[in-house]
């Protein structure tokens, strides 16, 4: 007898709706060109929006770290896991972030289940917003608050929840991503930090696509809309714009305290390792000494979405470098990706249940790295699959 049957039955039912996928190899590191299943590839599918996995100054400043403190930490931070190059990147962050306290996690998803439920209790309620991020979803459902997803970006629904709500919960905690990776659109902070501070409400903004990306010399999105101070949680990721690994949340310095006493993966999970956070203190230093990456992120994310419209695409309502091209059929969306891997371009395809049925998109990320000939390319690639396919 297989027991293990009804996962075949799962995979072979992948097979069929044209959604299974194997993984595909980078046999390099991460950059604007990759050796994709030992292809020459333009990787328009990564996170590393400014260009740093690679560089050679973070790069070396991992390797210092190693050679200081060794490859790992050896235990969780409230036993000797807590090294002094840590505290640094902490008060490095915190100056970066422009706000009282920074507390480093393992990664930003780790950064969302260990901070929701640490902040929040019974008799608390929870309002996130329908389209934020599965790490999201997962902190509040490790949570004893209750929880009610108001529409997305909707401020009248969610002020209609908090004027029904709001009297009958001690605290109330409202979630949003400040970009929203599978569209690319931000999140109306200010009518947010507006409502929270009507109804006395605590706020808490995931802004894993920001940071790096928006604001000046890319501190995020609350730097964005200039509200420093009035947002309560701001959850940031280094694996990201950064180009290395990890999450942290900045606050008030209150908030740190009750994490490192609190905050599931802080207490039960091996701190950062020594190269990552050489690597990231060497990338924030980098961020704050110029605007260069930023600005060269953002001039050619302008100049892809320009040439992807001309070509008569769908590429939806993005406000960041974020680039989605709507397809919707979700055997049709992966038939896309792998026209494009074809023609030597990297694309990866979004299906259910990352997004809504008949929401499948390919998810273009631009990156500082890019050059004006890697874009070129790149677009040819989309008119010649996109046609291939019958989408344009």
Excluded at 193 to 212: C, E, I, P, R
Aim: proline share 3%; charged share 20%.
């Amino acid at each position: 007898m297989n027991n293990l049957a009804f996962l075949e039955e799962k995979v072979n039912q992948l097979k069929k709706d044209g959604v299974y996928r194997k993984l595909p190899i980078n046999y390099g590191p991460c950059s604007n060109v990759i050796l994709l299943n030992n292809q020459k590839t333009v990787n328009l599918s990564s996170n590393n929006y400014l260009g740093l996995a690679n560089h050679p100054r973070v790069k070396q400043a991992a390797i210092e770290a190693v050679e200081k403190y060794g490859a790992g930490t050896g235990s969780v931070r409230t036993i000797v896991g807590n090294q002094d190059i840590l505290e640094n990147l902490e008060q490095l962050l915190a100056e970066f972030k422009q706000e009282e306290a920074v507390t480093c996690f393992q990664s930003g998803l780790n950064c969302n289940i260990g901070t929701i439920q640490a902040i929040t209790d019974k008799g608390d309620l929870i309002l996130s917003d329908e389209l934020n991020h599965a790490s999201i979803i997962d902190g509040t459902k490790l949570s004893k608050a209750d929880r009610a997803v108001y529409r997305h970006n909707d401020m009248v629904h969610l002020e209609q929840l908090l004027k029904e709500k709001r009297n009958l919960y001690q605290q109330v905690l409202i979630i949003t991503d400040g970009v929203f990776s599978m569209d690319g659109d931000l999140a109306k902070l200010p009518e947010m930090v507006a409502l929270a501070k009507k109804y006395n409400a605590l706020t808490y903004v995931d802004d894993a696509h920001g940071s790096g990306v928006l604001g000046k010399s890319g501190r995020g999105t609350v730097d964005h809309f200039q509200l420093h101070g009035q947002v309560d949680f701001i959850i940031g990721t280094l694996s990201k714009a950064i180009g290395v690994i990890g999450g942290y949340v900045a606050s008030k310095k209150i908030v740190k305290e009750w994490l490192l006493h609190r905050a599931r993966p802080l207490l039960f999970s091996t701190a950062l390792p020594p190269a990552a956070i050489g690597a990231t203190i060497e990338a924030v230093k980098m961020l704050m000494e110029s605007e260069e990456y930023t600005t060269k992120l953002w001039q050619n994310a302008a100049y892809f979405k320009a040439g992807l419209q001309a070509l008569g695409f769908d590429i939806g309502h993005s406000q960041t470098p974020i680039t989605p091209i709507m397809i919707g059929n979700e055997s049709k969306t992966m038939e896309f990706s792998k026209e494009l891997l074809k023609e030597g371009v990297f694309v990866s395809g979004i299906v259910f249940p990352t997004v809504p049925l008949g929401k499948g998109r390919c998810r273009a990320m631009i990156s500082a790295s890019h050059t004006k000939e890697d874009i070129d390319f790149a677009l040819q690639a989309f008119a010649k699959a996109g046609k291939a396919i019958h989408i344009i």
